[in-house]
T-cell receptor, first 112, second 114 residues
């Protein structure tokens, strides 16, 4: 079945460091890919998405490119801030089952 | 537009009791999904409703059930509560539940079972 694998956390970085959170997927058909972020005490909110191969999603300095050849959707940011501290979830929208499948989440902590 | 609202925000129950959680989606959204979030299992899909019909279901026992009303508001019910049901229950809505659509999440209901 469809699945999402993302890197284990926690990830601890200093402010202004470069961030990469890896996400790979397994899917049949043509999935959509998403990154959601969850701040403490809140629900998830969409960070960015891509609905077809080679699409790049971007928002608030974060970017991710839908790579069909490597079945990946890695999240990157060039310079993280303390306010980026949160849990990041990679997710897949399955064109076969119409289900959303989430990764396990990666906790990011940014130190001043 | 108002966001997704969930009530109550916090609940404490004892084993064997039952509980009902409520979710009001964004106006115009007809798809409502429910998720269970725990530290050990992450986010797990419970079920999705669209136009008052359950369209998708995750791998949870029959103690977990839900329904959707004609105004798209949804409720989920857990009967015969177990300690392992302690979790954050998240509701998410989208326009039609399509696999390319963004899901909009509520703040969740935190359930503690004692």
């Amino acid at each position: 079945g469809d699945s999402v694998t993302q890197m284990e956390g926690p990830v601890t970085l200093s402010e202004e460091a470069f961030l990469t959170i890896n996400c790979t997927y397994t899917a049949t058909g043509y999935p959509s890919l998403f990154w959601y972020v969850q701040y403490p005490g809140e629900g998830l909110q969409l960070l960015l998405k891509a609905t077809k191969a080679d699409d790049k999603g971007s928002n608030k300095g974060f970017e991710a490119t839908y790579r069909k050849e490597t079945t990946s959707f890695h999240l990157e940011k060039g310079s993280v801030q303390v306010s980026d501290s949160a849990v990041y979830f990679c997710a897949l929208g399955s064109s076969g089952t119409y289900k959303y499948i989430f990764g396990t989440g990666t906790r990011l902590k940014v130190l001043a | 537009k108002a966001g997704v609202t969930q009530t109550p925000r916090y609940l404490i129950k004892t084993r064997g009791q039952q509980v009902t959680l409520s979710c009001s989606p964004i106006s115009g959204h007809r798809s409502v999904s429910w998720y269970q979030q725990t530290p050990g299992q992450g986010l797990q899909f419970l079920f999705e409703y669209f136009s008052e019909t359950q369209r998708n279901k995750g791998n949870f026992p029959g103690r977990f059930s839900g329904r959707q009303f004609s105004n798209s508001r949804s409720e989920m019910n857990v009967s015969t509560l177990e300690l392992g049901d302690s979790a954050l229950y998240l509701c998410a809505s989208s326009t039609a539940g399509g696999w390319q659509e963004t899901q909009y999440f509520g703040p969740g209901t935190r359930l503690l079972v004692l």
